[in-house]
Structure formats: structure tokens, C-alpha cells
């Protein structure tokens, strides 16, 4: 079974801070994708990564695949209120089917 | 484009009733996904269909769980008898192609909030 393990599962910082959150698993994976997902709103996609050691940037936030195809990190440049929610890794594997992590939920103060 | 839609929104019944989600998933998007999210975890891949077929349904509990896709379009996810445990959010999802190992995104719904005292 393939499992993905987020960390931390819980983080609250002030504006301004900056921040990393992982994503571990002991599979390897075809692509990994990165959801946030706000209260009462189902997850949206903000990147993919499908290159072992790709690195995307989308405004404030890193997005790195490992090297191994097993971990992911994503990392925010000075946090901001409208960056909290849910952030979920999913990894899509020898299947069509996309599994999720198990969240980092982020709050971020004014 | 509309989103992909589901009904209800909320619903509290009591352990041993049954419940019946519905999802209509974008138009022309040939897969759709009901997962399970427990608050505050990543949502759990209940069953996959392609069109009206199913692709996978192994971590469906089928003694209490049923879903269907007719027609290849709207879904229904039937829980009967409900469980205490069985309090989450049902996320619909559907994407336009099959593969999503490489570049594929998968659309939410807004989910179904069960509540089961």
C-alpha cells in the first residue's frame, strides 16, 4: 500500500514568516501533485511535479519532487492570512489512481 | 464552465439510517472519484469509475457502501446502514482523461459535510 506522510500535520506562524512542508513516502511515484484546500471547499491542484528533482516556482511558493521520486517539499516565502488551508500531496503511481497525503494544515496571522 | 456539483451539502442522520450523495462532474470528464475525508486528513479513494464502469473500488467498504454511475455521467454514493464512523466529507472529483500519472488534475466538489449521532 502506498502511503504518503505529511509533515508537520500542523503549523501556525505569523505573516511574514517563511515555512517548508514535506511529504514522505517509502514509494516511488510516477508524478506528485500539490492541493490547498480551504474550509468547506474541495482540494484545488497547484502544481505537479514529474521530473525526479524538478524544482517549480508559482509566486511565493517552491514546489520540489525528490531526487528518488519519493518525497516532495514545498516551501512559501513570507506567508501571508490568504495562504492558510489545507495543503495535501498526492502521488499518482503505476495506477490511475491518486493518492493523498495526510495534510498539513497551515494558519497563518496577521 | 460549472464545476462539478453535488447535493446535499450537509446531512445529520443517526447511526443505522441510510444516505445518498449525488455528484454531477464536469461535462465530458470521463472518470469520476468519490473519496472520504475525515476531518483534518487526506481524502481516501473510495471508488474510480471510467465512464459507467468501475476501475476501482478496493478500499470501498461494500457491506454498507454502494455508488453507481449510470449513463456515465452523474454518480450516486449510497451508505446503508451508517456508522458512527462514517462521519466525513464525501468528495466528488472528476478529471477529463484517464491517466493522471503524469499531468492530469482531478476537479472538486464542494462535498457532502455527514454527520452521524
Known amino acids: 500500500t502506498q502511503l504518503l506522510e505529511q509533515s508537520p500535520q500542523f503549523l501556525s506562524i505569523q505573516e511574514g514568516e517563511n515555512l517548508t512542508v514535506y511529504c514522505n513516502s517509502s514509494?516511488?511515484?510516477?508524478?506528485l501533485q500539490w492541493y490547498r484546500q480551504e474550509p468547506g471547499e474541495g482540494p484545488v491542484l497547484l502544481v505537479t511535479?514529474?521530473?525526479?528533482?524538478e524544482v517549480k516556482k508559482l509566486k511565493r511558493l517552491t514546489f520540489q519532487f525528490g531526487d528518488a521520486r519519493k518525497d516532495s517539499s514545498l516551501h512559501i516565502t513570507a506567508a501571508q492570512p490568504g495562504d492558510t488551508g489545507l495543503y495535501l500531496c498526492?502521488?499518482?503511481?503505476?495506477?490511475?489512481?491518486?493518492?493523498f497525503g495526510t495534510g498539513t494544515r497551515l494558519q497563518v496571522f496577521p | 464552465e460549472a464545476g462539478v456539483a453535488q447535493s446535499p451539502r450537509y446531512k445529520i442522520i443517526e447511526k443505522r439510517q441510510s444516505v445518498a450523495f449525488w455528484c454531477n462532474p464536469i461535462?465530458?470528464?470521463?472518470?469520476l472519484y468519490w473519496y472520504q475525508q475525515i476531518l483534518g486528513q487526506g481524502p481516501k479513494l473510495l471508488i474510480q469509475?471510467?465512464?459507467?464502469?468501475?476501475?476501482?473500488d478496493s478500499q470501498l467498504p461494500k457491506d454498507r457502501f454502494s455508488a453507481e454511475r449510470l449513463k456515465g455521467v452523474d454518480s450516486t454514493l449510497k451508505i446503508q446502514p451508517a456508522k458512527l464512523e462514517d462521519s466525513a466529507v464525501y468528495l466528488c472529483?472528476?478529471?477529463?482523461?484517464?491517466?493522471?500519472?503524469?499531468?492530469?488534475?482531478?476537479?472538486f466538489g464542494e462535498g457532502s459535510r455527514l454527520t452521524v449521532l
Open positions: 514509494s516511488v511515484f510516477s508524478s
Open positions: 469509475f471510467q465512464n459507467n464502469g468501475v476501475v476501482d
Open positions: 472529483a472528476s478529471t477529463p482523461i484517464h491517466h493522471v500519472a503524469w499531468d492530469g488534475e482531478l476537479f
Open positions: 511535479v514529474v521530473t525526479g528533482g
Open positions: 461535462s465530458g470528464h470521463a472518470t
Open positions: 498526492a502521488g499518482a503511481g503505476n495506477t490511475d489512481k491518486l493518492i
